[in-house]
């Protein structure tokens, strides 16, 4: 079966063990070296202090893209290889990661045309409005360095008719069309990632919820967040792959402590229906009166709004403010003047930091989004050498991932035997049978099967015949589109310790605003029994996590809205809405 299935291990199960390799931090880019390690045959260790993908990984705007704006700066190889990894996804990971039509509103002929000179050679100057030349001929670079290994549609760019009614605000008078890509739900392809390499390399482990605490010669010491319990391994080599949190973990690894600044990017998940009608399946992509960019497009059966880009200290102290609501709020309503919005609208919103080589820049969105791998030599505190990822980005982890495998690689004495270009990931592998004609064989009706094929790929058959098997696969009554064995296989195979593991990271019920009290109280009460809680943890997961639903990300609990409710629809199984294919 390629659904993940990951050993429920705790630090005290590897105790005194040596693993080639240890990987800090089990975000996209920590996940993305375990998986390219396992194929090469190196035993590894990948941790996380938090929960896997918990931390920038779970806070993307969900794109997967090439990075049309990098041009302005010259980034033309930056550009070209998130191309090429973009293209990848949709071949590697078609469950997950789909095109997306994206539509650029423009108001003039030059705007942008100077300061996007200057920038190229290397004056930085804050951009004005881009006009139709600037755009136009950065689109006709994104379609030639993404032609590459599969061919995405032409951009195209129409003029708009006098008089037309249309989406965007007054003075538009064209529409550049081109496709990128976005992903549904990119804290599960991190756990299939996991579970991908676990099956090539059983010798391996993956823990999160572990904390490093420190280290000497080859000696890690760890720390179980859940119990406290603390414990070494040892390792030949280290990988840090921690993110913002980079600088800080160097620090406890005898490494530099200057190389990422963190910047932190706030989104919004609105209930606007007619907002999600006439974007039509698009994502709008634009810029606000103070010339920062932003993007708004259909998310399943919501609208995801996107993003600030505020400068931050400390990591594991950020929400979205109030402010920065209010000023998305207020993007939105300059750019559609037609429709009204207000945070009544806002069912979710989440931020995360990104992890920016440091750089001095006036403004944020002027750091590049390169990544790079510094490896740092072994020395008296530390007896292994230290690999470190520096900056990168969602789109390009995988190359990322191959490039620090390989210095890894290096430091073992080891040489590649294969590569993860093309290796599809989880339930991206290819069916042996028509998928959806077997699902219907297997006994689900036809929504059920289209539902557990948009959440697990080609891995939906093997995980519908034991659902089905287990308990007839029966819908749940608080919890729209789930049942009682799936929740179990989520609880008990794929690493969740705590209820906001299971909510927020192996299901997408509190990004859609399905959460209410009924839900939360369904929810623990199969994670309870799941896990062997007893009624005191049952009830501690359940207000910790109506916390940080509150707190972090501002959901209103309580009864569910009417629309919520008509998003589920009658059926037992409701539809988790998705694009279509790549157009032709």
């Given amino acids: 079966m390629n659904a993940p299935q990951l050993p429920r291990v705790r630090p005290a199960d590897i105790a005194g063990r040596h693993f080639s390799t240890v990987i800090i931090g089990a975000g996209i880019n920590g996940v993305g070296v375990f998986r390219d390690l396992a194929l090469q045959g190196v035993d590894c260790l990948i941790i996380d202090k938090a929960d896997f993908a918990a931390g920038a990984s779970s806070a993307p705007s969900r794109m997967i893209h090439g990075g049309l704006r990098y041009l302005e700066h010259g980034d033309f190889a930056l550009v070209a290889e998130s191309t090429r990894e973009r293209n990848r996804l949709l071949r590697n990971a078609p469950h997950l990661v789909r095109p997306l039509e994206t539509v650029v509103p423009l108001s003039n002929h030059f705007g942008g045309l100077l300061s996007s000179a200057l920038r190229f050679v290397g004056i930085e100057r804050a951009p004005g409005s881009r006009g139709l030349l600037v755009v136009a001929l950065g689109l006709r670079l994104y379609d030639l360095l993404g032609r590459r290994q599969r061919q995405m549609p032409n951009h195209r760019i129409e003029r708009l008719a006098p008089g037309d009614v249309q989406l965007f605000r007054p003075g538009v008078r064209w ?6 890509a976005w992903i549904s739900h990119p804290e599960w392809l991190v756990l299939e ?8 390399q059983p010798g391996s482990a993956a823990i999160n919820h572990c904390r490093l605490l420190g280290s000497e010669g080859h000696q890690l010491r760890l720390r179980d967040e859940l119990s406290g319990e603390e414990v070494c391994v040892s390792a030949d080599c280290v990988v840090n792959a921690t993110g913002a949190w980079l600088d800080r973990s160097a620090q406890q690894l005898g490494g530099a402590d200057s190389r990422v600044m963190g910047t932190k990017g706030s989104h919004l998940v609105l209930e606007h229906a007619a907002l999600r009608q006439q974007l039509g399946g698009r994502m709008a992509y634009f810029e606000a009166a103070d010339g920062r960019v932003c993007i708004v497009y259909p998310f399943l059966d919501r609208v995801l709004v996107g993003s600030t880009d505020i400068p931050v200290d400390d990591p594991d102290q950020v929400r979205t403010e109030p402010a920065e609501v209010d000023y998305l709020l207020a993007v939105l309503r300059e750019v ?8 009544e609208q806002v069912l979710y919103t989440y931020v995360g930091v990104r992890p920016l080589a440091r750089a001095r820049a ?5 750091i590049s989004r390169e990544h790079a791998v510094v490896v740092e030599a072994p020395h008296a505190r530390r007896a292994m050498p230290l690999v470190g990822l520096v900056g990168g980005k969602w789109t390009t982890f995988r190359a990322l991932a191959e490039q620090a495998c390989d210095a890894v690689l290096q430091q073992l004495g080891r040489q590649r035997r294969a590569s993860t270009c093309e290796l599809p990931i989880g339930g991206g592998a290819i069916a042996a049978e028509p998928l959806q004609a077997a699902l219907l064989a297997a006994g689900l009706d036809a929504a059920r099967a289209h539902q557990l094929q948009a959440r697990y790929g080609s891995a939906a058959l093997p995980l519908a015949r034991r659902f089905l098997a287990e308990d007839g696969d029966l819908a749940l009554a608080a919890v729209p589109g789930y049942s009682a064995a799936e929740l179990r296989y989520l609880c008990r195979e794929t690493g969740v310790q705590h209820l906001a593991d299971l909510l927020l990271r192996r299901t997408l019920l509190a990004i859609r605003g399905l959460v209410d009290d009924a839900l939360l109280a369904e929810l623990a009460g199969v994670a309870a029994e799941a896990l062997g809680w007893d009624i005191a943890r049952r009830e501690a997961e359940l207000h910790a996590c109506a916390a940080i639903l509150r707190d972090q990300h501002g959901a209103h609990l309580g009864p569910r809205p009417a629309s919520a409710g008509a998003a589920s629809g009658a059926s037992a199984w409701p539809l988790e809405p998705i694009s279509s294919p790549i157009p032709t």
């Fill in 175 to 180: 529409c550049a069309t081109y496709f990128d």
């Fill in 193 to 200: 990632l996991l579970g991908d390499a676990l099956r090539e």
């Fill in 336 to 343: 559609f003047p037609r429709l009204s919005f207000g945070r």
């Fill in 362 to 366: 006036d403004q944020p969105g002027q």
